[in-house]
Each structure stands twice: as structure tokens, then as C-alpha cells.
């Protein structure tokens, strides 16, 4: 974990047991500040129980959990107050209207009454509900519905938000929408840890990754944030060249190449139209170019041979 980013949660040897069989089995991680994490693993692997954890909602076994330098063993109330948590299965009062249900969260978790309205209605806006701020819960669509749930999480402001399958029932226009929200929400400098079967989803708007199986961790996985020129890139030619790794060498915002005589990896300190500059250059020089892109990581594929390995 590159220590340039802060640390929003930091486990340290977390277990818990069931009657049956022991669902967390000492558990030591970190979730950088300002990130986006996915938690993932198959079903029975001890998702839910990490997050009720981490939300102060259940008390482990033994082991420590510190969320923004407050330790959640012994402080739970003041960690709700830097938190939000949304349950797999929530509950809505269908009989209020959004302003009203978020104006009742707002006041239950001590928000200032002159700062209620204010508060309400930015959280209105920010969901994208703003027509429907009067209508009542009951009569919106799952994917609305879901938009409420999430404003009741951070309507008290927290920086850090527990999400645990907050996609599960929606349809492929919801979820998209749902992305797009946490994007919007991480921009804003809120960390987000998200619980999800959906890797593809998830590939669209996170950084981290913790892998989950039989209550350990198998894999914690911080991908560099985007937010410098930097980016991987795959080079692929349709005919051999043996001068391939010099010609890249030569390349002065080239490093950490990998490459054979008919394909390459290396990091680009550029932007777009410098890429696509280097990218003339090379075909000047005599490269058969076949494809030039940027080399993502594949959070489905990572998943499963990290599984598989285990």
C-alpha cells in the first residue's frame, strides 16, 4: 500500500466467530483516503460481518479497527458520527416524502436545526432527486429508492461511506447511474468501500481492491489513483522487430518496459496528445503497428486468478 496516500481504515488482526464457525479469521488491511474499494469474494467469505464491523454494529472477537484515527472499539458513537453505512437490505419509510425522510435522518443524527434544510436539500440536488423531492418513497423506483437509502448514509456529512450490494435488484440503467453517483460522491473526497458480486461494475469506478475468501483476506490490491499523466500502455506490432526494446528505450518518457518482438508494456509519463505523438514516432521508425492503448486492470480477471491461486 504506497504510503503517500493516507489511511482511512486500518485493521489490525480482526476475528469474530458464530456459534458454527469463525467468520472473520484475523484480518489485517488498510483503505487509503479518498479511494474507492471493492470488497469482494464469494458468498459465505465474511463481507457482511467485516462491514457491520467496521460500522461499529458488531463487536469482534478480538483485534483493532481505527476509521480516521478514531478507534472503533471504543469510540463507536463518535465513529457514526464520521460514517455512513447502508445494509443490503434497508429499510425506506414509504409513507414520507424524500424531504421528509432525510429531514427525520438529518435530525436523528444531530445535524444543527439551522443547518437541516440547507443540509437536506444539497443532498436532494446532489442525488440527482431535486423532482422528487416531495414525492412520497413508497411510489419511486427501486433505483430511487436506492438514491434515498444512500442520502440517509451521508446526510450527517461523513467521509467515509459502507456500502454493502447497494447495486443488488437494480436495473443495467440504475447501476450505471449508481456508478456515475459514486464517481460524483469520491470527487467530493468521500472514500467509499463497496460489497458487490458485479466485478464488471465495479471495474468502472474503483481504485482498491480486497478480496475476501473463507474469513481472510486473500488479496488487498491498491491501484495507483488516476490523477497524474503517468498510465501503462500495450503496444502490439503485426509483424516481429527485433529493434522493438531499443526503439523504446530511446523513448524519454518510456520506463518499465516489458517486451518481446512483437509486443510491449510500459509506463508513459505523457498526456493523450503526447501519446498519440508517440505513437507517430514509432510507426516513423519502422513499427507495424496493430494496437496502442492503455492497459487497464481487469478487476473480474484479477479476482478470479487470485482465487484460483488461493
Do not use: W
Amino acid at each position: 500500500m504506497p504510503l503517500k496516500y493516507p489511511i482511512m481504515v486500518q485493521v489490525e488482526n480482526l476475528t469474530y466467530d458464530y456459534p458454527s464457525h469463525r467468520a472473520l479469521d484475523g484480518l489485517s488491511f488498510s483503505i487509503p483516503s479518498g479511494s474507492i474499494t471493492a470488497l469482494v469474494g464469494p458468498n459465505g467469505a465474511g463481507k457482511t460481518t467485516l462491514m457491520r464491523c467496521l460500522a461499529g454494529l458488531t463487536r469482534p472477537l478480538m483485534g483493532s479497527i481505527m476509521i480516521n484515527g478514531t478507534d472503533v472499539l471504543e469510540d463507536p458513537r463518535k465513529v457514526h458520527r464520521q460514517i455512513g453505512f447502508l445494509a443490503d437490505f434497508f429499510g425506506l419509510y414509504d409513507k414520507l416524502t424524500i424531504y421528509e425522510a432525510l429531514t427525520y435522518f438529518a435530525k436523528a443524527h444531530d445535524v444543527p436545526n439551522d443547518e437541516v434544510d440547507k443540509r437536506v436539500l444539497s443532498i436532494i440536488e446532489r442525488l440527482h432527486l431535486s423532482d422528487k423531492t416531495h414525492a412520497d418513497i413508497g411510489h419511486l423506483s427501486r433505483g430511487m429508492k436506492q438514491r434515498v437509502a444512500i442520502g440517509q448514509t451521508m446526510v450527517h456529512n461523513p467521509g467515509f461511506l459502507i456500502l454493502d450490494e447497494p447495486a443488488s435488484g437494480l436495473d443495467p440503467e440504475a447501476r450505471h447511474d449508481l456508478a456515475n453517483l459514486f464517481k460524483e460522491l469520491n470527487k467530493d473526497g468521500i472514500t467509499l468501500l463497496v460489497s458487490s458480486h458485479i466485478l464488471a461494475e465495479l471495474d468502472e469506478y474503483s481504485n482498491n481492491l480486497v478480496i475476501m475468501r473463507e474469513g481472510k483476506i486473500v488479496d488487498n490490491d491498491f491501484f495507483e489513483q488516476k490523477n497524474t499523466d503517468t498510465r501503462h500502455l500495450l503496444l502490439k506490432l503485426t509483424q516481429p522487430n527485433t529493434e522493438l526494446l531499443s526503439i523504446l528505450e530511446a523513448e524519454t518518457q518510456i520506463s518499465n518496459i516489458e517486451a518481446t518482438e512483437t509486443s510491449a508494456s510500459f509506463d508513459f509519463d505523457g498526456t493523450e496528445t503526447q501519446q498519440a505523438e508517440l505513437m507517430v514516432t514509432l510507426i516513423r521508425k519502422g513499427l507495424s503497428v496493430l494496437s496502442f492503448a492503455e492497459e487497464k486492470v481487469n478487476m473480474q480477471d484479477k479476482y478470479l486468478n487470485t482465487i484460483k491461486q488461493k
